[in-house]
Structures are given as structure tokens and as C-alpha cells.
């Protein structure tokens, strides 16, 4: 990676991160000021916050470890903006394989920045346009077609995010069999939960996950299963034989 481009753009998302923090931190510190609302001391903010860091905490940690890899330096902006499980890394993927660029290059991480850029700006024009038309809609939205309708958002939203993990794309390699590794981890987690409830502990399963995961990659790298080829011989390779074909 052009280490001009990596400077530039990792002090541009340092920069908007800490103006991002200064927003969301400032807002709330001037309305406590004007109203003269602050918490009596900083124990009744931990006390209150205790069990939500419990929680968001280890998903948090989780997020970053598995996501930046994947979203390269649209992790500043994807973070800040949110909805990245279910919105920005599918954007991300598929921006990726549309042109044909791999992730850990320039053109891959200038175009992972440039649909998470363009994601957040529709997200923002849907969410207005929502708030707009939310009482004249709103008819329409509590009619039983649509109720019955959002009952499978949830399994239909998730579905799609998975098959868009299931291919052998993995950066400048192609990985056959990449999609097996997630078949261990799966079982683990179903049936640690059928004898141990894992509901608020998903920072913890995310983040052991992870690890059960790359021992599930290495081993098969190991044994044959999964097998890396380079896209560029791929490419050299269907020339050849389009050629002979000719």
C-alpha cells in the first residue's frame, strides 16, 4: 500500500473520529451545563453504565478485531456511522467484487471507503425521508400485510449477510473451501447454548469465536481443505485456456 495514501487518509479518520467524539460528547455536556442536569458524581455514571460496558464492551472489541481488516480505512467512518454488520460490510463486499479489487490495496480500500461514504449518505436521506412521511405512512406501516412482513425482516436481513460471506474471496487470493471454517464455530456456539444460555454474552462468544475460527482455518490450510491460489495465476491461467480454446 502507498504509504503517502495510508498517511493521508488514516490522519484524515483520526481527525474526523475526534471531532465525531467532541460532538457526541460536547452535545450532552452543554445541555447538562445549560439545564444543570450533571450526574452528582463519576461512581453514579459507572453504576449506571456498569452493565451496558459489560455488555458493549467485549462487542466492541470484537467489532474491531473482525471488521477492520475487511473494511480497511472505511473502519473510521463505518464505526462512526454504525449499522456495520448489517449494512456497511455487505456494501463493502460487494463493492470489492463488483470492481474487481482485493482488500489490503489502495484501489480495494479507496473503494470500501467510497461505498461506506455513499451508504451513510443514503442511510441519512432514508432516515429523513422516514421522519418526513413517519404520520402520513403511518396507515400503511400498521396494516397487517406490513406487520405480518416485518416478522421476516430480521431472518431475511441476516440470510442475505451470510450468503454474501459464503464465496472464496479472500484479498488477492482465492480461497477454496474458505467457507467451511464457519461450520465448527456454528455447532460450538449451538450447543454451548442448548445446555448454557449465551443472551448478553455475545462480545464473549464474538471474540472466542474468532479464535476457534483461525485454529479451524489453519488446520484445514494444513490438511488440504482449503486451498490458496493467487487471483493474478487464476486470471493468467483462464487466459491460457481461453486462448487454446480460440
Not at 92 to 111: K, M, P, R, Y
Request: hydrophobic share 50%; glycine share 10%.
Amino acid at each position: 500500500m502507498d504509504k503517502n495514501y495510508e498517511t493521508s487518509i488514516h490522519r484524515t479518520g483520526r481527525i474526523g473520529v475526534i471531532i465525531a467524539i467532541g460532538f457526541m460528547l460536547g452535545i450532552p455536556a452543554v445541555i447538562s451545563t445549560v439545564y444543570g442536569v450533571w450526574p452528582e458524581s463519576i461512581g453514579q455514571i459507572f453504576a449506571v453504565g456498569g452493565g451496558l460496558l459489560a455488555v458493549f464492551l467485549p462487542t466492541n472489541i470484537a467489532e474491531v478485531l473482525s471488521y477492520t481488516p475487511i473494511l480497511g480505512s472505511s473502519a473510521y467512518l463505518t464505526f462512526l456511522t454504525g449499522n456495520v454488520m448489517n449494512l456497511k460490510i455487505p456494501v463493502v463486499i460487494n463493492a470489492q467484487v463488483l470492481t474487481d479489487t482485493s482488500q489490503g490495496t489502495d484501489e480495494g480500500d479507496t473503494i470500501a471507503t467510497i461505498g461506506v461514504a455513499v451508504s451513510s449518505i443514503v442511510t441519512t436521506l432514508i432516515i429523513v425521508l422516514g421522519v418526513i412521511l413517519l404520520v402520513p405512512l403511518r396507515p400503511l406501516l400498521t396494516s397487517p400485510a406490513v406487520q405480518t412482513a416485518t416478522q421476516y425482516l430480521l431472518p431475511a436481513l441476516f440470510g442475505g449477510i451470510l450468503l454474501s460471506f459464503v464465496n472464496d474471496d479472500c484479498g488477492e487470493y482465492e480461497a477454496k473451501g474458505k467457507s467451511l471454517t464457519m461450520i465448527f464455530p456454528l455447532i460450538l456456539v449451538f450447543v454451548i447454548n442448548a445446555f448454557y444460555p449465551l443472551g448478553g454474552k455475545e462480545g464473549f462468544v464474538v471474540l472466542l469465536c474468532m479464535g476457534v475460527t483461525v485454529v479451524c482455518a489453519m488446520v484445514m490450510y494444513k490438511t488440504g481443505i482449503i486451498k490458496m491460489t493467487l487471483k493474478s495465476e487464476l486470471k493468467a491461467r483462464k487466459k491460457i485456456n481461453g486462448n487454446a480454446g480460440e
